[in-house]
């Protein structure tokens, strides 16, 4: 899988969008971009998930470069349950692999 | 529709002991796959299943066994329990790997 590189941590206010990017230069053509939160202590929820073209859902949008080698997660009205781990995963099919994620902090 | 449940939520071994993780599924994922989380890091990925009768390591194998003999039931087993496998360990499953995961609560274990 394509290793992935995402900032450790960064902070957000309440009810303005949260822009969380991923570099994942070495993709290789038939790997997902899989965005995945962690809340404290609790098992990883899937956010999002896509392939080449922008995708949007109940919880936030993904924005795929043309190049596919970096994206951004969109969370488009942060609140302070939004706060969590933030994993960006680059993958084929099988084997989920997280990283060290983005420690998002939603602030009021 | 229950998703993915794990037992136990707690438990406290001593070393040496074996004892088996569960998990279930009532989705018919094909995918599971084990965990674990020690504290202040990520997720390592222990075991990974394909599909019932099929198993495979992932990055942190050792001192754990996995059997897939149902599509619902993937248990995790320790052979003899040592203080490095205190851990959190999450059981997770996908209906075909492509889509998204859906993660147990988790099984919280202290080795003595």
Do not use: P
């Given at each position: 899988d394509a290793k992935t590189t995402q900032p450790p941590s960064m902070d957000c206010a309440e009810g303005r969008a949260a822009n969380l990017p991923c570099n994942h230069?070495?993709?290789?053509?038939n790997e997902y971009v899989y965005w995945y939160r962690q809340i404290h202590s609790q098992g990883p929820q899937y956010i999002i998930h896509g392939l080449k073209n922008n995708e949007t859902n109940e919880m936030a949008s993904l924005i795929i470069t043309e190049d596919r080698k970096s994206s951004t997660l969109i969370l488009p009205h942060a609140t302070l349950r939004d706060t969590a781990v933030y994993y960006c995963i680059v993958r084929a099919q099988s084997k989920l692999s997280f990283g060290a994620g983005t420690t998002v902090t939603v602030r009021a | 529709n229950a998703g993915v449940t794990q037992t136990p939520k707690f438990q406290v071994l001593k070393t040496g002991q074996s004892m088996t993780l569960q998990c279930a599924q009532d989705?018919?994922?094909?995918y599971m796959s084990w965990y674990r989380q020690d504290p202040g890091m990520g997720l390592r990925l222990i075991h990974y299943s394909v599909g019932a009768g099929i198993t495979d390591q992932g990055e942190v194998p050792n001192g754990y066994n996995v059997s897939r003999s149902t599509t619902e039931d993937f248990p995790l087993r320790l052979l003899s329990a040592a203080p490095s496998q205190t851990s959190v360990y999450f059981c997770a499953s996908s209906y075909d790997g492509f889509y998204g995961y859906t993660f147990g609560s988790g099984t919280r274990l202290t080795v003595v």
């Open positions: 230069s070495t993709i290789s053509g | 989705m018919n994922h094909e």
